[in-house]
Every structure is written in structure tokens, then in C-alpha cells.
């Protein structure tokens, strides 16, 4: 997934991450409002890969076109 696919919050938070790593930091530090919203946005996308699946899975069995899914973590470790 690119980068710029990303709401916001998971921008932030993967530049973040990225800091970090580039800096040999131990430990990150959110707000309680940032780890809402990045707890909010991972929540709609493993529920979008949800329905996905599901949709997947219909299609499988022979009652709807055919979608692949791929996903990766990206630079997230």
C-alpha cells in the first residue's frame, strides 16, 4: 500500500515509526487522542479487509466476480 493511501493518522504514525528506527530510538510515546485515531483507523481498514473476504469468499463459490486482496505492513516492523 503507498503512503499517500493512508489516512492521516496512519501517516503520522508510520513517519513516526520510521524516526524512530532512523534515530535508534526504544520507545514511542502517543497521545491518547493519536492512539484513538490510529486505534479508530487500523479498525475500518481490518473491517474493510473483512467484508473483502467475505465478498472473496461469495465469489468463489460462484455467486460474484472474482476480487483479489493483497496486503502487506509496508515499512512497519
Known amino acids: ?4 493511501h493512508l489516512s492521516l493518522h496512519l501517516q503520522n504514525f508510520n513517519n513516526k515509526i520510521k524516526l524512530m528506527n532512523q534515530t535508534g530510538g526504544k520507545n514511542l510515546t502517543l497521545t491518547a487522542q493519536e492512539a484513538r485515531s490510529i486505534h479508530n483507523d487500523i479498525f475500518d481498514l481490518l473491517n474493510h479487509v473483512a467484508t473483502l ?18 496486503m502487506d505492513g509496508g515499512g512497519f516492523k
Not at 1 to 4: F, R
Open 1 to 4: 500500500m503507498k503512503e499517500q
Open 53 to 70: 473476504s467475505k465478498q472473496l469468499q461469495a465469489a468463489r463459490s460462484g455467486q460474484e466476480p472474482v476480487v483479489q486482496i493483497t
